[in-house]
């Protein structure tokens, strides 16, 4: 059979009954377009998850005070909430090779207010190391100096957010006056907005010298964390190794299980989060695909019937001379085409719906040329696989007895 004729046969075919057709590739629209909106709704979450975890530092540690205690051990305070670091244990780490930079926190959640207005937000000590490591850009006035640091100033940066909460829209804050848990500071920076991330958001924040920190609001000389800015991605494991031989020395723990402080690595949190958000999508797009079997079952059910009233035609054809693989050719063919169609529509579909959730939930989603052609090839996989049982079905008819049926 010529190849025009067979899909001049095909069309004729799949035209027959256009309500069956339509009902019948619109399964496996359903099912293309549900993976390729869960797929890339997986996949926006995993780049933004990714970006968010690099907007918080480049080539970061990051050092908690307390250590989490395995099940049998004895009872100690869970990582980040023990007191264990001070400016001591900074001091200790400076002079180790491969670190660009180190910036301490003390940091904790206060009662912002100004004037009628208040906020409750994450009150950071820090020293002007600290806007080089974790990339905070100043969009207005400066940040603190180390002279500040050494003077107890009390001055203040905030982030986006907390302008807006305390100020207003399109308000200048420097060189006004807010109220940190009754303590007056100076405005005199506000930094670029840089978006919320698993982390808390970056922009709901303000940055005050760890001196007036630890004197004014927090009453102690313990630090929250110690953030430390390594040379390169490559060296991030051998600077942790030495960050925590430094430590252990510094605090005269000989038994590094024993260690009241733990090192965390940017490079180690980005990959477990892309190992959770591929898992994560990879499941998102094995519940979409059940429906896509079931569109792929519908596609068997409508050639099984199109094979059973079109038996006396089937008869005739091999009567005149068609070999099975004519018949078995044309089944497949119109199989695959419905398959074909359901692909095309259900990309449209899936783009589509991709869009409606990024803007009516904001949610990041994000459609790659992967995605749709695996759903471009489970389309055509399903075609071929539900469609062969039907088209070898008819291929084997008996020519005398598909002539004789009624």
Partial sequence: MRLSDLLKETYTAIMANKSRTALTILGIVIGIGSVIAMVSIGQGAQ??????????GSNLLIVYPGAERGIGSQVSSGRGSAQSLTMSDVSAIQSLNDIVAVAPEASRRFQV??????????????????????NVIIAEGSFFSQT?????AKVAVLGPTTVTDLFGE??????????????????????????GSG?????????IPISTAQRFLIGNQYLSTIDIAATSQKVLTQVQADVTSAFLLQHKIKDPNAADFSVLNQADIAATASSITGTFTILLGAIAGISLLVGGIGIMNMMLTVVTERTREIGLRKAIGARKRDISRQFLTESATLTLLGGIFG???????????????????RITLGSILLACGVSAAIGIIFGYYPAR??????????????
């Fill in 199 to 207: 982390f808390g958001s970056q922009d709901d924040m303000i940055y």
């Fill in 113 to 134: 207010t100004q004037k009628n207005l208040n906020t409750n937000t994450q009150v950071i000590g820090t020293t002007p190391a600290y806007p080089a490591i974790r």
């Fill in 47 to 56: 780049g933004s998850i990714e970006s968010s975890i690099q907007a918080i």
């Fill in 170 to 195: 399109g308000v200048d804050p420097l060189g006004k006056t807010i109220r940190i848990n009754q303590v007056d500071f100076t405005v005199i920076g506000a930094t670029q907005s840089k978006g």
């Fill in 393 to 406: 079905r008819a291929a084997r008819l008996n020519p005398i007895d598909a002539l004789r049926y009624e």
């Fill in 347 to 365: 990309i449209i579909l899936g783009w589509l719906l991709s869009l409606l959730v990024s803007k009516l939930f904001g949610v990041t989603s």
């Fill in 148 to 152: 500040n640091v050494d003077q107890y």
